[in-house]
């Protein structure tokens, strides 16, 4: 049995994410489900590994801020 330790949920466009980390007798780990028009996709990630998603997504949140810079028009 999976204990919820916290949820979050976010609307981006028309998709909802939601986000639980859990517990369970094997340990705790991060589950995000992806809600799209009544169909869910999920992804399980054990605690052991969210410090190293998280230098990931910093590095691709720091890529994608670089790429709309350069292709933001120039304002005169």
């Known amino acids: ?10 609307q981006i ?5 939601f986000f639980d980390l859990k517990e ?16 869910r996709d999920s992804i399980i990630i054990p605690a052991t590994g969210l ?9 691709i949140i720091r890529a994608n801020e670089e790429q709309q810079a350069l292709t933001q028009p120039l304002s005169t």
């Open 1 to 10: 049995m999976d204990t919820t330790l916290l949820a979050e949920k976010i």
């Open 13 to 17: 466009e028309r998709k909802q994410f």
């Open 51 to 59: 410090e190293q998603v998280k230098v990931i997504l910093e590095g």
């Open 24 to 39: 369970n007798p094997r340990g705790r780990f991060l589950r995000i489900t992806e809600d799209v028009g009544g169909r």
